[in-house]
């Protein structure tokens, strides 16, 4: 017989990271960069890297969009119909596998859970790392208690002490401050909680943007530099060479330098620009000598370094000077196997911590759920085709109703038969039998 016992042990935080124990003895991680020294200081700098930097923004939207963006649904799975179609009525998703006759359109959008409004918060979660959810349920047709949403509760809401752990390493709940001022506690029975690349008991998690912070603080600096680059020679630097002054006393000479010194640095270009100076002097603009440094193919090395963080290189061949279409297809294809496992982990919060939850206030913990999940990302549409055709050609796959509407829906073609299921021996509209007649 297996001996019940408590944990002894915790997780503990990933390796690289600070070990500082909070209140109670809880490890929490501290960046060995002081910059990044605490998760409420790594809030602003993330921030600060998405909301500056071109780069970055397009890349931050690279990752969120096709998640966002991809065909969600409700998967019945061992669950009742009628459990799935309140699920799916709640979270506003359809029924995989349902046609179009027999998913339920709602009359009005207002006040209906918006799921993409949702998605692009629990996107978030990759640039800061993790974030949080409340839940907010009401009564509903039936005397059901249903979704009414789930609020989000940025980062930067938080309180310093925001996070409460467990000694086991478990969450336990979170600490917000309020608009008045005033901090709250929200237990973790009513959080949905999404932590991004999560290593023990960090739940801060991991932002997409750490390993490309100094990548970001270099080619800041470069930019910088290039622009005082501009500012300074990019017309050149006004000298003026005086005539021969060696009759002059030490203090007239000095008088002199003095004024050419003021011509040079009041000159401004301009339509009626222009100086006057004595004979034998003269006015040059001058550039810089030597070989100067390639700051724009450094500001491109760390764009490069940024889109490859993601395993978006492919973002990158634009402006490399070679690269080629087969490599470009491959990248694309790292990426969406990348898009794809992040998506798979959001459907299982989803589900664990949401459609399950629904499930337990109405029905109790013994009634099978749905699950949540979506569409292949970046389904390669030529490779499925040309596999199906191989496939039927050697009898091992069938043409049937559901796997022809699969098909349909990944192409984006319009349901055959209506989307209804036809009746049995009917292959197409215009035949009455699936025989040979």
Sequence with gaps: MVKVAEEIGNAGVPVGYQTVFGPGGIPTAEDHVPELAS????????DQMWRSDSRIAATVRAVQQPIIGARWHVRQGNASEEVTGFIADQLNLPVLGQSEQEQVTPDRVRHRFNWP???????????????????????????????????????HT???????????????????????????????????????????????????????????????????????????????VPVVIGPDMSMLEPDDQREAMREYQEIAENYRAGDMAGVALPYGAQLQFRGVYGTQADLLGTVRYHDAEIAASVLAHFA????ARNGSRALGGTLVELFNDSLNATAAEFANVVTAHVVEDLVDLNWGPSEPAPSVGCDEIGLNLDALVGLMGQLHGAELLRADWETEEWVRRQAGLPPKFGGTPPPPGVTSPNSPSGGDG
């Design 39 to 46: 998760w409420w200081q790594r809030i602003k700098v993330w």
């Design 117 to 155: 409004a949702f998605m692009r918060h629990v996107t978030l979660s990759m640039v800061y790392g993790f974030m949080v959810f409340e839940q907010v349920y009401q009564p509903v047709a039936g005397g059901r208690v249903g979704l009414k949403k789930l609020a989000p509760r940025l980062p």
């Design 158 to 236: 938080l309180t310093t002490d925001g996070l409460i752990v467990a000694e086991d390493g478990g969450l336990v709940g979170v600490r917000q401050r309020t608009p008045g001022g005033v901090s709250v506690e929200i237990p973790v029975d009513r959080l949905v909680v999404f932590v991004f690349d999560q290593i023990g008991a960090n739940w801060t998690g991991r932002s997409l943007l750490r390993p490309v912070f100094g990548d970001w603080k270099l080619k800041r600096h470069a930019l910088e530099t290039n622009a005082v680059f501009i500012d300074r020679n990019g017309a050149g």
């Design 316 to 319: 990158s061949l634009a402006t």
